[in-house]
């Protein structure tokens, strides 16, 4: 190791360097399989989104049909 000089308060390594440079890495990528999980995540609550739409769309046609169908019934 080598010795540091007059002045300096710390020294750093290359292999200390390295090391970090590497957890880094790694961070880096965790992180990014992280944003992966997170667009997967907004893609699967887009498709439900879709799919309460329908059935409020569907519920809606059908309760108007279901009262022309009583008022035909009931002769209004």
Not at 11 to 20: A, K, L, N, S
Not at 38 to 46: F, G, P, Q, V, Y
């Amino acid at each position: 190791m080598p010795e540091p000089m007059p002045g300096l308060v710390a020294v750093v390594t290359m292999d200390q360097i390295y090391g970090e440079l590497r957890s880094l890495h790694d961070e880096v990528r965790d992180m990014r399989s992280e944003v992966k999980d997170i667009a997967d995540h907004e893609n699967r609550l887009r498709s439900l989104e879709r799919k309460v739409w329908l059935a409020a769309g569907i519920a809606a046609a059908a309760s108007g049909g279901i009262v022309q169908a009583f008022n035909t019934a009931m002769g209004a």
